[in-house]
């Protein structure tokens, strides 16, 4: 099978999480956003190695820092929304705009 | 077979993908991305990488079922028994994520891709552990760093009283005020 039907699906679901991180106002659904951001990343990633790289694994190291920025981002996600539901008893980003104003 | 075996997934995932920011409760949102996320691991074993896909696999079902426990600690209405809108800026984002595919779509289709060079080695996932120990040492230490200090960052926002609750806010105090006292001679 080609590439391109595998990017193709690389970029829908990039857009798909894209759109989830603008619009959603609670800072939990806008991680589950990146998370599918990052999830066409994997996979645009395993695809860039089978099928134009495959001798190094360049493709692979790819996959494993996305793998861990997925991991980091729910861990320091959830820490802020605990520091930010102690503090203000809120979790929109609507509602935690202070440094804007 | 092919056929099946690449666009059942891939549809799923996109779908359930989609289907996370239109659920009202947030179990069902959750478990709509594990499904998404569970479709692009099995892809990438799809793609030879059975590791990583593994790993995927494994970490998402984890993570997953931590999000759904914090997504009913905080949402405001995590249940969805009461419909409520909590977006913003929907057709503004709708437009630009139509146009960032668009533009994918029309790179991926138009680019003169290269050629394959090489080929897959026997077992990539020894390929993977020789990289990541030998050449690409410098990814791993530097991922293990940033591993190293989200767990310090997460202990300390996540944390309810800093120094300043336990030694006063000169930090002056000579014995910390901790709801427990304890330690080697405090």
């Not at chain 1, 589950?32 to 990633?45: H, N, R, S, T």
């Not at chain 2, 139509?98 to 990539?124: C, H, Q, T």
Request: charged share 15%; aromatic share 6%.
């Amino acid at each position: 099978m080609s590439a391109e039907p595998f990017l193709l699906l690389a970029a829908a679901l990039f857009c798909v999480g894209l759109f989830g991180a603008l619009t959603q106002q609670s800072i939990v659904m806008l991680m589950m956003g990146l998370e599918l951001m990052l999830g066409g990343v994997i996979l645009a990633a395993a695809t860039v190695w089978r099928h134009f790289a495959p001798a190094t694994a360049d493709g692979q190291v790819l996959i494993i820092v996305a793998v861990t920025a997925m991991a980091l981002e729910m861990a320091v996600g959830f820490a802020v929304v605990t520091a930010l539901f102690r503090s203000r008893e809120t979790d929109m980003t609507d509602m935690a705009a202070e440094l804007k104003e | 077979m092919e056929f099946v075996v690449f666009w059942v997934p891939a549809v799923l995932a996109v779908g359930c993908g989609a289907l996370v920011f239109r659920f009202d409760s947030m179990a069902r949102a959750t478990f709509s991305l594990l499904a998404s996320l569970l479709c692009t691991g099995g892809l990438v074993v799809l793609l030879g990488l059975d590791y990583l896909g593994v790993v995927v696999v494994l970490m998402m079902t984890l993570e997953m079922s931590v999000m759904a426990v914090f997504m009913v600690m905080y949402m405001m209405n995590p249940a969805g028994l009461t419909p409520m809108t909590m977006t913003h800026n929907t057709r503004a984002a709708a437009v630009v994520c139509g146009l960032l595919f668009a533009l994918l779509a029309a790179g991926i289709l138009s680019a003169p891709w290269p050629d394959r060079r090489g080929r897959p080695p026997d077992d990539p996932t020894l390929d993977l552990g020789m990289s990541l120990m030998g050449p690409q040492m410098l990814t791993m230490m530097t991922l293990a760093m940033a591993l190293f200090a989200t767990i310090v960052a997460t202990v300390v926002l996540a944390t309810r009283r800093g120094r300043y609750d336990r030694l006063g806010d000169g930090l002056r105090a000579r014995r910390a005020d901790d709801p427990v006292p304890g330690g080697v001679g405090r």
